[in-house]
């Protein structure tokens, strides 16, 4: 059983950055692959980034690559998604996710999500 706590969110003019972080509970965090979603009014989620169990291995979608970092410090049980140079398009409910295995891109082969936290972008 892993919980999973975003923070971070905020309001941004477009050009700012905001870094979001996941806290995760339970003793086997650095198991885990670990992905960054987000849900924008009237779209379905969508993938953002994952990283893998030890952080070697990252994927971005094409929309933020460049953008958005993902990294983790199994450590302190966080993840984070560094979000640079944010476009109003950016603006979404973002989640954190954790997969018992590996990381994916799809959403659904996720074992745990967090609750989400609210970016906005002003243009």
């Known amino acids: 059983q892993v919980q999973l706590v975003e923070s971070g969110g905020g309001l941004v003019q477009a050009g700012g950055s905001l870094r979001l972080s996941c806290a995760a509970s339970?003793?086997?965090?650095?198991?885990?692959?670990m992905g960054w979603f987000r849900q924008a009014p009237g779209k379905e989620r969508e993938f953002v980034a994952t990283i893998s169990r030890s952080g070697s291995i990252t994927s971005y979608a094409d929309s933020v690559k460049g953008r958005f970092t993902i990294s983790r410090d199994n450590a302190k049980n966080t993840v984070y998604l560094q979000m640079n140079s944010l476009k109003p398009e950016d603006t979404a409910v973002y989640y954190c996710?954790?997969?018992?295995?590996?990381?994916?891109?799809?959403?659904?082969?996720?074992?745990?999500w967090g609750q989400g936290t609210q970016v906005t972008v002003s243009s």
């Open positions: 339970g003793r086997t965090f650095s198991n885990y692959g």
């Open positions: 996710a954790a997969h018992r295995s590996y990381s994916s891109t799809l959403g659904y082969e996720y074992d745990y």
